[in-house]
DNA sequence: CCTGACTGTCACATCAGTGTCACATTCATC
DNA sequence: GATGAATGTGACACTGATGTGACAGTCAGG
């Protein structure tokens, strides 16, 4: 009875945060959480890296220092991939690895932390990376050429017609919207609206994206159906598009 | 239970107020109360937040300094959320904090006062800020569609014929018409309506809208029953809209 | 005590939204 | 084009959420 705030909230900013000190990582995992942040942990490099590519969180928090790859590698691998490469990261490094506060900016990271920094601290750099680099997280609509998704009032219009969409169907618009042009995996768009550790099939998927085109494109006057913004990208996903290469 | 004041009006106005200096704390929030203000209040910041995304309030009062997090970093967040984005802020600062006054407003706080000040300076300043933001709240009469609401006299008509409705079916309403079209859940509803901490079933707030569905809807001469005005959202609650879809 | 207005809960009827299948299409590749 | 895999989509049964009538409890005012 009291997931109210964090269900309600229109849309769950997802932060990844990695750091090898277990301590620090659950003392800023349970800050975030606490702001309301849908909040994934890693312990090393390499599973930052995988955590990263799996889920395309919003934000990706970065220790400097880490076993099996350094921030800094995780950092540009992340650049290097087009489907991370525009998340932003903030880097944590320990005092006395200073001075590498350039090499930090230079690899790509959008904000540099030292420590030792209050939960509070952190809180507060992520909000404003996040203002910065992703204003649509912050809006109460989403857009997308004729598209409006208001999470407030959970309704959507198309070319000013009002859509009815199934919670699902919403929850994966919504998704779409925040990175148009982003493709999903089936397994990204399940975690993300299904929820991690639910079991449904692959397919499923496919049949919600077909009833939300379904939605989006009929028209109810008999002119011609509108477009489709959904792009199917064989073998991968799914991603929002316009002007579809035929 | 008929007190005929000119603060009558403001019997549905919510105010949340934050401070840590439980003195002040009380003296404010006694000096609201007495002017018709339906206050709740919070002693850190955290609860600042977590009070204000539940209740959603019609203004809020956040001292600058507070323990677990700072007016500002409330504000920041407050500002971030759809839901409470647009709630206008008053923050207060002790006196040796000026200079802060450019960063208050920046972050997106209304007003700003600096301590010490009599409570009736708080109040009118609760005034002003409600009359340059929220018009509506400070009118007579609260209106969507055909529907008024009269705060006054507790009273409601529709396409100009009275309604009568209970003390619950009341409060829904004047709540769903301060931001029609947002969607309320069983949660808030009966935080708003019924008061925090009160423990009654989910289904309860269902009955009720059953209930004041007809009220709204049923006309009394033979004539067709109205259009539904509140929309139900499978899954999260309820909303006032015009033009169901389907 | 009564009465009438309001409430909170149940129980039962419905209904919308879901997950899967099965079959039709499309696509990449040879 | 031939072929196998990936995707599109109508149909359908199922389940959990919602709508609502009925009923008993509470409370203020006679």
Redesign the pocket.
């Known amino acids: 009875m009291n997931f109210v705030n964090i269900e309600q909230r229109l849309m769950t900013i997802r932060v990844l945060i990695a750091d090898d000190e277990q301590n620090q990582l659950e003392l800023l995992s349970f800050n975030l959480t606490q702001n309301g942040y849908s909040v994934t942990t890693a312990s090393d490099g390499q599973e930052a890296l995988d955590r990263a590519e799996e889920l395309l969180p919003d934000i990706i928090i970065l220790d400097w220092m880490m076993p099996r790859m350094s921030g800094i590698d995780v950092c540009r691998h992340l650049r290097a991939m087009p489907e991370t490469k525009d998340i932003p990261i903030i880097m944590l490094s320990a005092r006395g690895e200073e001075g590498d506060r350039t090499l930090g900016l230079d690899v790509g990271a959008d904000d540099y932390m030292t420590k030792p920094f209050s939960p509070r601290e952190l809180v507060a750099r992520v909000r404003a990376v996040l203002r910065r680099s992703r204003p649509s997280l912050m809006s109460d609509v989403l857009e997308f050429e004729d598209l409006k998704l208001f999470p407030a009032s959970k309704t959507v219009e198309r070319d000013g017609e009002a859509i009815a969409l199934?919670?699902?169907?919403f929850k994966i618009l919504s998704l779409l919207l925040e990175r148009p042009g982003q493709v999903y995996s089936r397994n990204q768009l399940l975690d993300h609206v299904?929820g991690h550790g639910v079991y449904?099939?692959d397919?499923?998927v496919?049949?919600?994206?077909?009833r939300l085109?379904?939605a989006l494109n009929t028209r109810k006057g008999r002119g011609a159906d509108r477009p489709d913004l959904i792009r199917?990208v064989?073998?991968?996903g799914y991603a929002l598009m316009a002007n579809q290469p035929q």
Do not use: A, I
């Open positions: 199934g919670p699902k169907e299904w449904v099939e397919r499923t496919d049949v919600h994206l077909s085109r379904k199917t064989r073998g991968s």
